[in-house]
């Protein structure tokens, strides 16, 4: 061999195996992080996720309340219940006579309390849906059914204080006398007293309607005829069969 062959083989030997590559240290910074890799990874995944999360949820992280219910849901569940109750209490009224007969303002749609009350329930029922229908509408139908149910509630205590202020003293004798047969039919265990005097009943009440010009709601004289010939049961009726 030569002396720049060996030269020249000497330089090449020294830069690949010699001490100045480094020899298995190079290796190493170059492969020496492979074991950890696994963890590294599982790592970068969680913060991933945890990424995902803040931008998800972010009260998570902030402190922050979640966020609530659909709250309007609720509230149209409740409205609608509401609702329900106050056109079950309205039916149960028109079809009993008694409670037409001791509260009669309340039959009268000519009645300021009442008037509102008929619109106000009319308005409400028009926005009933059996789904909920959406935020909007929802929430349209619970503002319609407050104001039904503070309508009805206004228009009872209304035909309350005014009782049969509106009758003359001989039509007011008239009203108490049906009353008191209405009573006694509903007290009494015998069929025939009770069949009597309902029908005596509905005479006073032909009497004080053609001398007052007020009526009994439809719902109410039916219910009255049908018991003056015994074909209902001298209780309340309930709202179902109105």
Known sequence: MGPVFASHYHHHHHDFGGSDFGGG???????????????????????????????????????????????????????????????????????????????????????????????????????????????????????????????????????????NLRFAPGERALLNQVVALLEVARDTEYEAERRTAYQRARRRLAELERRSGWRLPRQASTVLDHRARGMLPPGPVRAASA
């Not at 309340?106 to 009933?128: Q, S, Y």
């Open 25 to 163: 240290a190079e290796l190493h910074h170059l492969f020496g992080w492979l074991p950890v890799l696994p963890g590294v990874l599982l790592a970068l995944a969680l913060v991933l996720l945890l990424l995902r999360g803040l931008v998800a949820a972010p009260w998570v992280f902030a402190g922050w309340p979640r966020p609530a219910p659909d709250l309007v849901r609720t509230r149209w569940q409740a409205a609608a219940q509401a609702y329900a109750a106050t056109a079950r209490e309205f039916a149960a009224y028109e079809c009993d006579p008694g409670a037409v007969l001791r509260r009669p303002e309340l039959a009268d749609v000519n009645r300021p309390a009442t008037g509102r009350f008929v619109d106000a329930f009319a308005e409400a029922g028009a926005l009933a849906t059996d789904e909920y229908p959406g935020a909007g509408h929802a929430q349209r139908f619970i503002d319609a059914a407050q104001r039904a149910q503070r309508a009805w509630q206004a228009a009872r205590e209304a035909a309350e204080r005014a009782r």
